[in-house]
């Protein structure tokens, strides 16, 4: 068990104040900081701290040990390498339109790429590696987010609640065949819409939500995503991601909510913290909202057409002050530790390696022998060959995630 010293990420859509604060680093920050990465990540691993050491690249300790670190049931399943990557996630601004990709459809493109020897740091490169990338965010602080195509018909009354006359033919395109093929036909001819035919109809869109949101006084049935669209124009003007949002559900999560997202779910973050844990991938399809490559032939293979209501993912109580956030994702199981002084210390029984991140308050672990005080912001890893770990509220309350190896189900794996 060692401190674990997380690798800042700076991104334009990030805050000068979030990730700061939980980390007791001066504010405001003096560039955006959008994620703090807690993993073996090739491109950003972070480091281990022993006292009197200097930092230790976490990716270094695993390649040079990895039965003993990850032991040998990760091993056998993903290789020499930690399967999942713990983030703190902080958005000030809109994150793009993506999608991740099945175990299939990475490992296919991935080969195809490598054929054509497309460069691996080339900003045209859809599949950086061969894994897929189911994720989960749980909201420290209200979390706003687009996740999943909406049911087609209640699209549809967006569509007329919002009067726009050049959103009429495509109200019929969607009534005409109300499923994921109708959703497919509209997405694709928005996405690929011709300049002068999108600078005609986005801001005629863009219009009908402001005076949608006028006429309500901000509180009509369609308020959020209305709102949404008005804003994401202002960030994006001229992306037809703006028109692809009116598709999708509009999600808020309140603090401990939490929202997993399986390949060929088309998603953006709008705004907000949160805890995110993701396999250990690169590979993203990306949809609009960004100045970055859209790749539209490949993310309409990758996406996932059929209409859903997204739910919130609620933790399921396993123990007194413990949730774990129940996912079918193999590489991931996310556990939230919610503390108290007073109840003493709490069981962490994970098999296989595991990284402990304090959210709040002051946290205390005990491995074995030995110690480690968590304060807001900091992180510890814990190997496989670790004994049993435990953890306590020092002062009062505090709250911890502890993100650790899922279940690999062989019969299930080649689907994803």
Known sequence: MQLLQGAVRNYAWGSRTALAELCGRPVPSAHPEAELWLGAHPADPAKLIADGASPVSLLD???????????????ADFGNRLPFLLKVLAAEEPLSLQAHPSARQAKEGFARENRARVPLDSPVRNYRDDSPKPELVVALERFEALAGFREPRETIELFEALAVPGLRKYIGLLAGQPDSSGLRALFTTWITLPAQALESLLPQVVDGCVDYLAASRGHGR???????????????????????????NRITLEPGE??????????AYLRGVAVEVMANSDNVLRGGLTPKHVDVPELLRVLDFEPVRVPKLVAS???????TYATPAA?????RFDLHESNGAQPIS??????????????????????????????AWI???????????????AAVFCASVGVLDVRNDTQR
Do not use: M, W
Request: proline share 4%; glycine share 12%; charged share 20%.
């Open 61 to 75: 300790v695993l390649t040079a040990d990895p039965e003993g670190e990850l032991g040998k049931q990760v091993v």
């Open 222 to 248: 369609f308020a959020a995503e209305a709102r949404t669209a008005v804003e994401l124009a202002d960030t994006y003007p001229g992306d037809a991601g703006v028109l692809a949002s009116l598709l999708l």
């Open 258 to 267: 939490g929202l997993f997202l399986d390949a060929g779910n088309l998603h």
């Open 317 to 323: 109580v396993d123990g007194e002050g413990s949730r």
């Open 331 to 335: 590489e991931f199981v996310l556990t």
């Open 350 to 379: 994970v098999d296989g390696p595991s990284i402990v991140l304090c959210t709040s308050g002051t946290a205390h672990l005990r491995c074995g022998e030995d110690s480690l005080a968590l304060a807001r912001g900091a992180a």
């Open 383 to 397: 190997s496989a060959s670790d004994p049993d770990v435990s953890v306590a509220a020092v002062d009062g309350n």
